[in-house]
């Protein structure tokens, strides 16, 4: 590969909640040495403050969901998190430019699901997906999931920069620290800056052929009555079955009257994000996927 | 025993991110018959409208600490849990009356802790642990933990009444329904009915002998730097050990930098609470407490 990479970012709090970010973030920033390698520039930053102190999700609206090109450029749009994602975009973007000021976003994030540590794309660029490939030849239990979700254009903090990723790793409580979930991000983020530094000096060997990843089919809500008061839980066969394969009539809710409600489906897929706290207000329970090999794209 | 029981109360959402009080108060108010018992009446209410509301634990303060005597009489007090505390208190007691509204509550909360199923006690009188008998006899695994940690005078919402207990738990994140906890926690509920019931008709003899605690000994916080702020997590080896016995030794914390924190008394003790994530601005890791095994008080 030709790429050179000058700086990249890693980012945490997003989600004020999500402590493992922010955590990682104050170690990174009481200990630079650890991100600090020889070819190209680390910044770490919080990147919701406000949030994080309040540990809470977001204040007015979700940072996560707030970096649209058309949101960005939009004055009318002047919540707390409109506002910060137009600062953060001007720190560490401006999206779309030519010359943007970072090459590489990571943005770190923790759920309530039981993801294990999963990697969640949504675009389709080499960088990005020959690091996620490289990043699963040295963890194999990392799952790459492709996200097509809620946000149309691609929102996510990360979509600033020309390349970069979420990772998501569970299951954790919001507002809780796990010292495993701790460990297990912290050492990917150890690999993402081996890879670039490899990268920089010219010792990365292209990787080819295929990688496995979860592909985005759509969302699935809770059942609901007509009010939109959610009538039962995710069932307790399926709680914390992220990544595992879905049949034809396989138990899928329980209702608080006890009925099972059943995956009707005739095609197989794999549920991922099931009974993530913060998306019972976005509507959806789970996101149902299809397990793909993909062919890593390589440099033309 | 002799006493007669008029009116209990099943109370849910004291804190508004703990889901599955919630949404058994939701299921009784929509099915009165599962909880109408031929005997005394059944209230079932939510305690904190306005948090469950939000989805967060409190407005204000936390209202499961507002109803201290001193606190309940305090007209300084006027927040919007202090507000709520005092109209939960003309409605359900009040506290110390010789004829208050309700003669036992029962408050339903969960934690992110890994507390199994539990009940919490903190009062010494002959029915509220009668019945954590009675629980114990039915359901093996229930444990039952004697609080006396950070309220001082009783403080909590079922000390309304002459009798109660909470319900606790876990673990569930915040914000999260779980189906197998639901259904844990409705169970116990079952009990606690048919118990006033066999009371009431003289069909429940009373239980001699001992029951399994573990008592309050101490919080314990996380390590901390002169500033205040968390400098390490539970260690992965006690995450989710809620308990389990702690020897001297025995893996505590583990800092950000790595270096293990070890268990440094010569007693053995049990840990509970371990990372519940509520506690973390109340500066405690977790809880401390010995095993023992208590007389089950009768009446004289």
Redesign the interface.
Known sequence: MQTLVKKIAITGGTHGNELTGV?LV??FKA?PNLVKRGTFETLVMHTNVKAIEK??RYIERDLNRAFSLKDLADPEKYSYEDLLAKEINAELGPKGSADPKVDFIVDLHTT?SNMGISIIIDNDNTLTWQLAAYLKEREPKVKIFTWKGDTGDAAFVHSIAPNGFAIEVG??????????I??ETEKLIYHILDFFEKLNTKQLEELVGTVETYDYLELFDFPRDPEG??TG????DL?GKDFMALQYGDPFF?T??GETIRYEKAEESFAVFI?E??Y??KGFALCLCKKKSVKIPTMP
């Open positions: 955590y104050n170690k200990n540990c809470t309530t299951a954790v409580p919001q507002g809780v620290l796990r010292a495993d701790f460990l008061n959610i839980m995710v069932h307790p709680q329980l608080f009257e009974n706290a913060a019972y207000e």
